[in-house]
């Protein structure tokens, strides 16, 4: 059974302001799922729904096998919401033992949790600091770890690595890696796209109250994959039939196969063509993210895809 299962999801605020607009997604047990979209997308409302912050206006669905909202699901889900706010006169330690508190973990194991999960997310040595003295990175990493208290089956970040340096960065893709091999199902909100590309299996782009797309970034990629060969002299008359693509002194096959250029590749070697380059290139996750928006802002037009 998939970890979220939302269909046809709708939220309409006051002056029928459509946030969501019908939106269905599924997210496995056991993988990284990635939502992205611009800002005033829907994503932290979709999220909100989920964590039942906010009702929707209409609404069906599952998460962890049991209706949106039910407690008992909510038990097992870990929460970091975006732009989170700690009291700030309470230490590193407090905010977990509170938190934790908070979802029924008993007293025992929020010490010995408090204290792994502050190593784990590097404040090893700031847990008895207030954390007014904080950076905002090390926010965010309180924050996650503060999501971590209670075990979760499913762990919910909205923005997880906002305000964090690239080493953090890395440190916490590193961490999501491990969760997931634990088993946890992670759904991320993010607009870091080449933070959701690096580790994510699934994403969704949401746009103006819709998923317009969803699937692994393989799968959305498919159609745009191609392999470049570049060679220094200038481009035979006979690669013009041979290839799908002739622009400089770049030949463009379309498709992954590289079975396919082989014999080309040959030819051009026979006739003293040097080759710079062969290389297999497919769309990327910004590109897709821009063929989702223009879809939606230019319903005609099929996203030019590169």
């Not at 969501?20 to 409302?45: C, H, Q, W, Y």
């Not at 799968?219 to 013009?240: A, F, G, M, Q």
């Amino acid at each position: 059974m998939p970890a979220i299962n939302l269909v046809d999801i709708h939220k309409t605020y006051r002056g029928k302001v459509h946030a969501l607009r019908g939106v269905s997604l599924e997210v496995n047990d056991g993988e990284i799922f990635g939502l992205l979209g611009p800002n005033g997308a829907g994503k932290s409302t979709l999220v909100k729904i989920i964590m039942t912050v906010i009702y929707p206006t209409r609404a069906s669905g599952t998460v962890l096998g049991l209706p949106i909202g039910h407690i008992d699901g909510l038990r097992k889900i870990g929460y970091l919401p975006e732009h989170h706010r700690f009291p700030g006169y309470l230490t590193g330690s407090q905010v977990l033992n509170y938190f934790s508190a908070l979802s029924d973990v008993d007293r025992s194991t929020r010490k010995k949790r408090s204290s792994e999960l502050l190593h784990r997310l590097g404040l090893g040595d700031w847990g008895k600091k207030k954390i007014s003295t904080y950076s905002k990175g090390m926010l965010q990493r309180l924050g996650i770890a503060q999501a971590l208290m209670n075990k979760p089956q499913l762990l919910i970040l909205d923005e997880p690595t906002d305000g964090v340096d690239p080493v953090g960065r890395r440190e916490i893709r590193d961490l999501l890696s491990e969760l997931k091999a634990e088993g946890h199902a992670i759904f991320l909100n993010s607009h870091l796209l080449s933070e959701l590309e690096m580790v994510c299996d699934r994403v969704a782009i949401m746009v103006k109250g819709k998923v317009t797309m969803q699937g692994t970034i393989d799968s959305l990629t498919n159609e745009s994959k191609r392999i470049e060969i570049e060679v220094e002299c200038s481009p035979p008359d006979w690669s013009h039939e041979a290839f799908d693509k002739v622009e400089g002194h770049t030949m463009t096959k379309l498709g992954d196969d590289t079975s396919s250029v082989q014999h080309l590749i040959d030819r051009l070697r026979a006739e003293q063509c040097t080759i710079r380059s062969i290389k297999p290139v497919r769309e990327t996750l910004e590109d897709l993210f821009m063929r989702a928006v223009d879809h939606i802002d230019n319903p005609g037009s099929h996203g030019g895809k590169k």
